[in-house]
């Protein structure tokens, strides 16, 4: 009942606005209410975290039809940062991610498939150290609305698992650390 | 053999403060290079980088005590059968040699400290960070200290080949004066 009133009033506002059903969002790069975050396990004892602080992108979203979403997003492999100098130095160097190679990292989906209630798979196509491959983000919708400063904010949380040899990443961390599990958390501003 | 220099001879001092830093710059050099090749589960892939800034930043208070040294204490004078072109050769030459140390340690001690941790020397003191924050410092600093790193080898292998010249095509006490005589 609510979530058709809710449907309604989107629709109806969509109409009134005379705008496609989607509305478009640019990531809040601005406010930086937006993270590329990585985990992989240190020789299976322990997460060491990291992140990508410079990074861009933009969706769009429809509550009322999940499944028309896009997304594409697009980082700088340098800005690679693990609060280790040395280490970051290390994996922007050709054992890992060959940053002076292969400057950015983009993600362009191809198809979202709804999985229930705000959730998705998003299936895209990852381009990271030169290799192009397709993978499946598991995405979870956080909320959306007005903020107080006079914009209209949509907030998603995904998570995907990436083999790193399937990236022509060469560097062997040992049995426990053949994956890495990146969590792109994002706010995105309406257009 | 004395402590000092004179105007004909180098002095213990002189002598012992450039065979160690010789010693520890190819040293360092082949610790370096083979260090940075390590896999992930060598049992020397901690300890190696850790003897390697450590060794470094000692070489760089010994590098400080022998600027210290030749300022007090001047070397000996040129050896007469040396033209002009010859002594000008060796003084631009000993000053690429200063000129590469330094460059090399300063950039190294820029790669570790970049995040503003401090370098551990031996486990026994901690050589605190001062310059940080410079965009993808730990890079840049880390490209100077590589090439910066190979020019000082291969020119420090031609100051050696020099000396070798002196020796044994000018027959002179170029080399043997190293060893103060």
Known sequence: MLKNALAALVLGSALIGGQATAADYAIDKQGQHAFVNFKISHLGYSWLYGTFKDFDGKFSFDAANPEASKVSVTLKTASVDTNHAERDKHIRSADFLNASKHATATFESTSVKSTGEG????????????????????????????????????????TTTLTLKDFDISMDLGPASQTVELIISVEGVRQ | MQWRNTSARYGLVSVVLHWLVALAVFGLFALGFWMVGLSYYDPWRQSAPDLHKSIGILLFAVMLLRVLWRLLNPAPAALSNHGPLTRLASKLGHGVLYFGLFGVMISGYLISTADGRGIEVFGLFSVPATLTGIAQQEDIAGAIHEYLAWGLVIFAGLHGLAALKHHFIDRDSTLLRMFGR
């Open chain 1, 119 to 158: 959730t998705a798979d998003v299936t895209g196509n990852l381009t990271l150290n030169g290799v192009t491959k397709p993978v499946v983000i598991a995405a979870k919708f956080i909320g959306e609305g007005k903020d107080p400063w006079g914009g209209y904010r949509a907030g998603f949380e995904g």
